[in-house]
């Protein structure tokens, strides 16, 4: 009974691991889930589902920005600047969003948007006005 107990255990705690670990952006601050570019619920959990389109808004800056693609395991696949707007385009093994593919050919699953001091992180695009 024991070793049931602790089996139903651990594959519950695996569970929830892997719910957390694929949900990268609850780490960075409070995911929003969006529609239409409209946001729809506050996502104050742990995790989303995989389908959703969420996005996370924070204050800093450029620096910001690279530190929290650093913290969901995130590697720039391009870049875009047009003024004070800086756009890019990453891509996590930790999002379990299906990729999205650029005119280039590669592949992200995370956008970001920087301007000033306050950048937005979405998955798998960047919904709503940034």
Do not use: H
Request: hydrophobic share 45%; aromatic share 10%.
């Amino acid at each position: 009974m024991k070793k049931l107990c602790a089996v139903v255990f651990l594959f519950a705690a695996g569970i929830v691991f892997t719910a957390v670990w694929f949900s990268p952006l609850a780490a960075l601050g409070t995911p929003v889930a969006y529609s239409d570019n409209i946001p729809i619920t506050r996502l104050d959990g742990l995790c989303y589902s995989a389908d959703s389109l969420v996005r996370v808004d924070f204050t800093g800056g450029e620096e910001a920005m690279y530190s929290a693609l650093d913290r969901i395991g995130a590697q720039e696949v391009e870049r875009a600047e047009t003024g004070e707007l800086l756009v890019v385009y990453a891509y996590s093994p930790r999002v379990c969003a299906k990729p999205q593919e650029l005119r280039s050919g590669c592949k992200y699953n995370v956008m970001c948007a920087c301007s000033g001091d306050a950048v937005s992180i979405g998955t798998p695009i960047l919904s709503g006005c940034y």
